[in-house]
C-alpha cells in the first residue's frame, strides 16, 4: 500500500517561514527512516520546538496547499504515474500598504 504524508513547520522570526513537505513512500522504496527523514534526533528537535511559533499560528492555507498536492499525489498514483519526493517551502514577509490615487 502506498503511504502518502504532509507536515508542515512554521520557523524563524523575521519574516516567519513556513515549510511544508510532501512524502510518498511506496512498497519495494524506501520508507520515512529509510529516505532520513524521519530519525529519533529530527523527532526530538520536532518536540523541542512544537508550539514556538505561538498558540495560534495561521497555517490554514499552507496546510490546504498541502493537501491539495497530496491528493493530486494521490490522483497520480491510481493512474499509475507518480513516484517522487517532493518539498514545498513557502514564505511569508510583511508588506505595507499604501494608498495610491
Same mark, same amino acid.
Given at each position: ?10 520557523? %524563524?522570526?523575521? *519574516?516567519? @517561514?513556513?515549510?511544508?513537505?510532501? =512524502? /510518498?513512500? !511506496? ?26 511559533? %505561538?498558540?495560534? *499560528?495561521? @497555517?490554514?492555507?499552507?496546510?490546504? =496547499? /498541502?493537501? !491539495? ?33
Amino acid at each position: 500500500m502506498h503511504y502518502i504524508d504532509i507536515g508542515m513547520d512554521v520557523h %524563524g522570526e523575521k *519574516p516567519p @517561514v513556513i515549510g511544508g513537505k510532501i =512524502v /510518498l513512500s !511506496s512498497p519495494g522504496r524506501l520508507c520515512m527512516r529509510c529516505m532520513g527523514l524521519l530519525t529519533e534526533a529530527k523527532l526530538a528537535e520536532e518536540a523541542v520546538r512544537y508550539g514556538k511559533a %505561538g498558540s495560534r *499560528p495561521q @497555517v490554514v492555507w499552507p496546510n490546504g =496547499v /498541502l493537501a !491539495s498536492t497530496a491528493v493530486g499525489l494521490g490522483v497520480e498514483l491510481a493512474v499509475g504515474r507518480a513516484e517522487f519526493f517532493l518539498t514545498l517551502t513557502l514564505s511569508m514577509t510583511e508588506t505595507k500598504h499604501s494608498n495610491r490615487k
